[in-house]
């Protein structure tokens, strides 16, 4: 039942089903900024892993792939030789604050390999 929710919440494109799937905050929120707001909408490469495999545990592969492929294709810099970032934007997929970071690079590779 909490899967279920979670699931639908996930995937309404209200809340946090946005370009780049997932955002911390969400995108109907009156506090969502992405730009301006470090806890307030930008997507977290860690925290995006941890949603997608919960989708996964619970059966939601479909929605957890179709997330996974929106990440690759809409963040900035993620399918070329740039550098991965902390953090992008939700509703652009720009590269978003640190260059480098290495925990999205470790959660990159995690997922490359449970997808």
Known sequence: EHARA????????NKL????PLP?????HPDFDP???YWRGPVWIDQFHFG?????RYGYRD??????DALLTNGEGILDDRP???????MTGAGL??????????????MLLEM
């Open 52 to 56: 997608i495999a919960g989708l996964n």
């Open 17 to 20: 089903l946005t370009l780049i």
């Open 24 to 28: 911390t905050l969400e995108a109907d």
């Open 6 to 13: 979670a699931h639908d919440v996930m995937m309404n494109q």
């Open 63 to 68: 929605a957890a792939k179709a997330m996974f």
């Open 84 to 90: 991965l970032r902390e953090n992008y934007h939700p």
């Open 97 to 110: 604050n640190a260059i480098n970071f290495s925990w999205s690079a470790a959660h990159m590779l995690l």
């Open 35 to 37: 730009k301006k707001g």
